[in-house]
């Protein structure tokens, strides 16, 4: 299956945005999903991972407490809720779905369907 990210766009510090992830066709949601996010000349790195029912989530350090991913599994669709976005959260922005009925992980190499991308820059 191919997900499908959007909602990037050019924010202000302080500023808050919310990304979607889509299947590009009918997909089973049960499985785990994940956010991860890739900066200029850096690897990518881990932002959320939610379980099968959305009862549950864990988050990269830097992101705690000012990220939230939910989905909505009538939907089939996952989201990214993010606050208080400083320049540092600056980076293009992928979702991710592992194994049907797997576990959240936050290794990369734990999802085998990825989105295309979306684009988040924060400045200052």
């Known amino acids: 299956v191919q997900l499908q990210a959007s909602g990037g766009g050019s924010v202000q510090t302080g500023d808050s945005l919310r990304l979607s992830c889509a299947p590009s066709e009918r997909a089973s949601n049960a499985r785990p999903m994940a956010w991860f996010r890739q900066a200029p000349r850096k690897e990518r790195e881990f932002v959320a991972a939610i379980n099968l029912s959305g009862s549950n989530a864990f988050y990269g350090d830097s992101v705690k407490g000012r990220f939230t991913a939910s989905r909505d599994n009538n939907r089939n669709i996952l989201y990214l809720q993010m606050s208080s976005l400083k320049p540092e959260d600056t980076a293009i922005y992928f979702c991710?779905?592992?194994?049907?009925?797997?576990?959240?992980?936050?290794?990369?190499?734990?999802?085998?369907?990825w989105g295309q991308g979306t684009q988040v820059t924060v400045s200052s």
């Open positions: 991710a779905a592992g194994a049907t009925y797997g576990p959240m992980s936050s290794n990369q190499y734990n999802y085998n369907a």
